[in-house]
């Protein structure tokens, strides 16, 4: 997994128009790469409304099926290893 800047809203990695976010180095004052876009309005009702029509599907699977699933998602997170503690 990269940082590409992009949300992902459902399966679709989007990038934000309505503003330009730059996480930076305090030590440096120097903004990191990439930019990310900022969502706005359209981006925030379209990720809610998939979330709503997700969560019946999550709530009713097996625990297991959950928990693979929410294994799934730490393991990219820590995939990003030094990235994302430089970032952090």
């Known amino acids: 997994m990269q940082i590409t800047g992009e949300m992902l809203i459902g399966a679709t990695a989007v990038r934000g128009k309505d503003a330009t976010l730059h996480a930076f180095d305090p030590a ?30 999550y709530r009713f699977a097996p625990l297991e099926t959950r928990a693979q699933f929410l294994e799934a998602i730490a393991n990219n997170i820590a995939e990003l290893g030094d990235t994302l503690i430089e970032r952090a």
């Open 28 to 57: 440096s004052g120097v903004d990191l790469q990439p930019a990310f876009g900022g969502g706005g309005a359209k981006e925030v009702a379209r990720a809610a409304d998939l979330a709503e029509q997700a969560f019946d599907t």
